[in-house]
C-alpha cells in the first residue's frame, strides 16, 4: 500500500482508544522493512496488519489472554515462540514500551534488529517512561479499580512504591504511620501482593478516634478495613501512635512510610526497629510545619543524611549495613 492509499485508508479509521497519528507514524516506521513483528496486540498492530499486507510475520505479546489469537494469517506469540529473523520490531502498545526493548536486550535481539516506536501513543509521550505504565509489576494497579482517597500525588506514590521495592530485599514487616483515608497503605498492600511479598503491613492512624472538629478527621476504620480487605497480612492499629507504636515490639520492619511530623519517641523507635538496609520514607520531610529540622538532627546524630527528593521534599533515609568484617 503507497501513502495515498494509506492516507485513505487512515480517514477511514475509527479512531476510539487509538489516534490516526500515531497509526500514521507506526505506519511510517515500518517503511521499507520486509519482516515486521509487532509488540503488543493492540488495535494499532490490527491495522498494521491491514495495510501492510504479508510484511507482519508475528505479533508478540506474553499476555496468555491473547497468546494464539489469529488474525488474517498472522498469530499472536510469546516472546520465546516468535520468529526471530525478522527486519525490525514495532511497538503498538504504549506499556509494553521497555518490558520488550529489556527482553530483546536479553536474547541480544535488540540493538542487532531495529526496535522502533512512535513519539508518543494516543496523546502518551514515549520519551519517558511512567514506572505504573511500563513496570508489569504495577501496571495492573490501574485495574484493581479507583485507589481509597490519598493525599499523595501520583509522583510521590510512585517513590514509596519503588522504595519499597528495595526495602523488601531485606527482612521484615512494613509499617505506615499516617493512613488518613488508607490511599497510600492501599497502594503498599497492592504492590505487596503484585509482587508476591506478603509481608506484613502495619497501618498506624487515629481513626475514628481522632478530633472529629479537626476538619480532616474523615478516617473511617471500618471503611478503611474493607478496602484493604483484599491483601491478609494487614494490621490496622487505632489510635495515638505514640502509645500504639508499642505493637511492634516484637516487629523488625524493612520499611517504614512515616506521613505525619516528627515525633520525638516514634522516629528513634522506628529507627531502633529498623533493619540494616531498611528504608524510611518521611512524606511530609519538605513541609516546614512537620519539622525538617528535627528530622535532620536526629538522623545526623545516627549519622544518617535525609535525602531530600524533589519537587516536594519527601525525605528518603536508609538503615547502614554494618562494615563487613575482615576488612
Ligand atoms: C498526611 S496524613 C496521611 C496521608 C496518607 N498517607 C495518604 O495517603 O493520604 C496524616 C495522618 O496522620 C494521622 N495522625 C496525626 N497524628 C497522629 C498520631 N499522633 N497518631 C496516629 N496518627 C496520627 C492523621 O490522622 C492523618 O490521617
Given at each position: 500500500m503507497d501513502q495515498k492509499q494509506f492516507s485513505q485508508y487512515v480517514a477511514k479509521v475509527f479512531n476510539i482508544g487509538l489516534s490516526r497519528d500515531t497509526l500514521a507514524r507506526l505506519f511510517a516506521l515500518c517503511g521499507y522493512h520486509k519482516k515486521i513483528a509487532l509488540i503488543g496486540w493492540s488495535d494499532y498492530a490490527k491495522h498494521l496488519i491491514?495495510?501492510?499486507?504479508?510484511?507482519?510475520?508475528?505479533?508478540?505479546d506474553n499476555d496468555p489472554q491473547v497468546r494464539g489469537i489469529q488474525f488474517r494469517g498472522v498469530t499472536v506469540q510469546e516472546l520465546a515462540d516468535a520468529p526471530r529473523d525478522v527486519d525490525a520490531y514495532v511497538v503498538t502498545r504504549f506499556e509494553h514500551l521497555n518490558e520488550y526493548m529489556r527482553a530483546l536486550a536479553a536474547i541480544r535481539q535488540y540493538p542487532a534488529?531495529?526496535?522502533?516506536?512512535?513519539?508518543?501513543?494516543?496523546?502518551?509521550?514515549?520519551?519517558?517512561?511512567?514506572?505504573?505504565?511500563?513496570?508489569?509489576?504495577?501496571?495492573?494497579?490501574?485495574?484493581?479499580?479507583?485507589?481509597?482517597?490519598?493525599?499523595?500525588?501520583?509522583?510521590?506514590?510512585?517513590?514509596?512504591?519503588?522504595?519499597?521495592?528495595?526495602?523488601?530485599?531485606?527482612?521484615?514487616?512494613?509499617?505506615?504511620?499516617?493512613?488518613?483515608?488508607?490511599?497510600?497503605?492501599?497502594?503498599?498492600?497492592?504492590?505487596?501482593?503484585?509482587?508476591?511479598?506478603?509481608?506484613?503491613?502495619?497501618?498506624?492512624d487515629l481513626f475514628d478516634d481522632a478530633d472529629r472538629l479537626s476538619g480532616r478527621a474523615?478516617?473511617?476504620?471500618?471503611?478503611?478495613?474493607r478496602r484493604l480487605g483484599f491483601y491478609p497480612a494487614v494490621e490496622i492499629?487505632?489510635?495515638?501512635?505514640?502509645?500504639?507504636?508499642?505493637?511492634?515490639?516484637?516487629?523488625?520492619?524493612?520499611?517504614?512510610?512515616?506521613?505525619?511530623?516528627?515525633?520525638?519517641?516514634?522516629?528513634?523507635?522506628?529507627?531502633?526497629?529498623?533493619?540494616?538496609?531498611?528504608?524510611?520514607?518521611?512524606?511530609?520531610?519538605?513541609?516546614?510545619?512537620?519539622?525538617?529540622?528535627?528530622?535532620?538532627?536526629?538522623?545526623?546524630a545516627q549519622g544518617v543524611h535525609v535525602a531530600f527528593i524533589p519537587p516536594l521534599g519527601q525525605g528518603l533515609v536508609i538503615k547502614p549495613q554494618p562494615p563487613a568484617r575482615g576488612r
Open positions: 491491514n495495510v501492510l499486507d504479508d510484511r507482519v510475520v508475528s505479533v508478540i534488529v531495529p526496535y522502533l516506536y512512535a513519539e508518543d501513543y494516543h496523546g502518551l509521550s514515549s520519551a519517558f517512561l511512567n514506572p505504573m505504565l511500563h513496570d508489569p509489576a504495577y501496571r495492573g494497579l490501574a485495574a484493581a479499580g479507583p485507589p481509597p482517597p490519598t493525599m499523595m500525588n501520583g509522583d510521590r506514590l510512585i517513590l514509596l512504591l519503588e522504595m519499597l521495592r528495595i526495602a523488601l530485599h531485606y527482612e521484615g514487616a512494613v509499617a505506615e504511620v499516617g493512613v488518613w483515608q488508607g490511599g497510600s497503605v492501599w497502594h503498599l498492600c497492592q504492590a505487596l501482593q503484585r509482587l508476591g511479598a506478603l509481608r506484613t503491613v502495619f497501618a498506624f474523615i478516617m473511617a476504620e471500618d471503611e478503611i478495613r492499629v487505632r489510635g495515638d501512635v505514640r502509645k500504639t507504636m508499642t505493637r511492634l515490639d516484637k516487629e523488625k520492619l524493612c520499611f517504614v512510610h512515616f506521613d505525619n511530623q516528627y515525633q520525638a519517641t516514634v522516629i528513634p523507635y522506628l529507627w531502633q526497629r529498623l533493619v540494616p538496609g531498611g528504608v524510611m520514607l518521611l512524606d511530609n520531610y519538605g513541609h516546614v510545619r512537620s519539622l525538617p529540622a528535627f528530622f535532620d538532627h536526629f538522623f545526623a
